[in-house]
């Protein structure tokens, strides 16, 4: 079965409540077996509009990626970030 993945482009603009956010998410996170694999650190954008905070999250299943992205426990971390910053998110399945 081929695993899944939340890839995420983000602007912070509001450090502290972004801080709120991820750490309320660890929940959903752990909830449905997700690892991170990409969490910001350095990058440089080769082509196109890139952002400087790209984040790849690993789960065992497509369906486990979108039960994450989908789940209660991931909309009452959302909430948090409201105001924050902005974010592209994709759920994708791998390989």
Same mark, same amino acid.
């Given at each position: ?10 602007? =912070? /603009? ?5 801080? $709120?956010? =991820? ?10 077996? #997700? ?5 910001? @650190?350095?990058? $440089?954008?080769?082509?196109?509009? #890139? /952002? $400087? ?29 409201? @105001?924050? #910053? /902005?974010?592209?998110? /994709?759920?994708?399945?791998? =390989?």
């Amino acid at each position: 079965m081929p695993k899944g993945y939340v890839i995420a482009h983000a602007t =912070v /603009t509001d450090p502290e409540k972004w801080g $709120q956010y =991820v750490a309320k998410s660890k929940i959903a996170l752990d909830k449905f077996e #997700g690892r991170p694999i990409v969490r910001g @650190g350095k990058c $440089q954008i080769m082509e196109g509009n #890139g /952002t $400087q905070r790209n984040v790849v999250l690993e789960f065992p299943s497509y369906e486990h990626a979108l039960g994450y992205a989908t789940s209660p426990e991931y909309a009452e971390a959302k909430a948090l970030r409201a @105001g924050a #910053g /902005t974010i592209d998110i /994709t759920v994708v399945e791998g =390989v």
